[in-house]
T-cell receptor, first 112, second 114 residues
Framework: SQQGEEDPQALSIQEGENATMNCSYK?????LQWYRQNSGRGLVHLIL?????REKHSGRLRVTLDTSKKSSSLLITASRAADTASYFC????????????FGEGTQLTVNP | DTEVTQTPKHLVMGMTNKKSLKCEQH?????MYWYKQKAKKPPELMFV???????INESVPSRFSPECPNSSLLNLHLHALQPEDSALYLC?????????????FGPGTRLTVT
């Protein structure tokens, strides 16, 4: 079963603007990961944040994790048309091994 | 090489057909996965193999039959599928089953059951 919820379900912005997506989950986790999926293609791993970390950066990506609120956010700065994709958060629990539990995803559209 | 390849890219099959999906990785990963993804939904885990042995079966119907002939290959044999089985089937691999390992996904096989 999917334990994650993401909001918004869809987000449309102009190139150059920042995009923020949120993810909430229900149980304790070992880590939370963000993936990108271009239309009908495979998933690309973006970033992993462990439960003892609060913030992580990778290029134009910034991820935060608040374990007390069981939530995470993904910020993409200075967005580009090529960032148009679906973004999924996924959690892993120590007791579930490598099993990824995905959120429902956010469809991001960046307009040129 | 950080690539997971999947063949075919697209597959159309009738409900009485038997077909197979193939997944290959040459990263030396010892865990491999099958996911099913319906349109506009997140991937759902189907099977996990670790060291060529089935580790997790998420109560998948027997018309889906996984096989891991060696550490680089993962097959999904399909038989007597239903139209609702139409979906994108994704393969992934990771170094192992520990939560610290990233999963690398293939581009998927788009399956249509008529």
């Amino acid at each position: 079963s999917q334990q994650g919820e993401e909001d918004p379900q869809a987000l449309s912005i102009q190139e150059g603007e920042n995009a923020t997506m949120n993810c909430s989950y229900k149980t304790s986790i070992n880590n939370l990961q963000w993936y990108r999926q271009n239309s009908g293609r495979g998933l690309v791993h973006l970033i992993l944040i462990r439960s003892n970390e609060r913030e992580k950066h990778s290029g134009r990506l910034r991820v935060t994790l608040d374990t007390s609120k069981k939530s995470s956010s993904l910020l993409i700065t200075a967005s580009r048309a090529a960032d148009t994709a679906s973004y999924f958060c996924a959690t892993q629990k120590e007791t579930s091994g490598s099993r990824l539990t995905f959120g429902e995803g956010t469809q991001l559209t960046v307009n040129p | 090489d950080t690539e997971v390849t999947q063949t075919p890219k697209h597959l159309v099959m009738g409900m009485t057909n038997k077909k197979s999906l193939k997944c290959e990785q040459h990263m030396g990963h010892r865990a491999m996965y099958w996911y099913k993804q319906k349109a506009k939904k997140p991937p759902e885990l189907m099977f996990v193999y670790s060291y060529e042995k089935l580790s997790i079966n998420e109560s998948v119907p027997s018309r889906f039959s996984p096989e891991c002939p060696n550490s680089s290959l993962l097959n999904l044999h399909l038989h007597a599928l239903q139209p609702e089985d139409s979906a994108l089937y994704l393969c992934a691999s990771s170094q192992g089953l520990a939560v610290t390992y990233e999963q690398y996904f293939g581009p998927g096989t788009r399956l249509t059951v008529t």
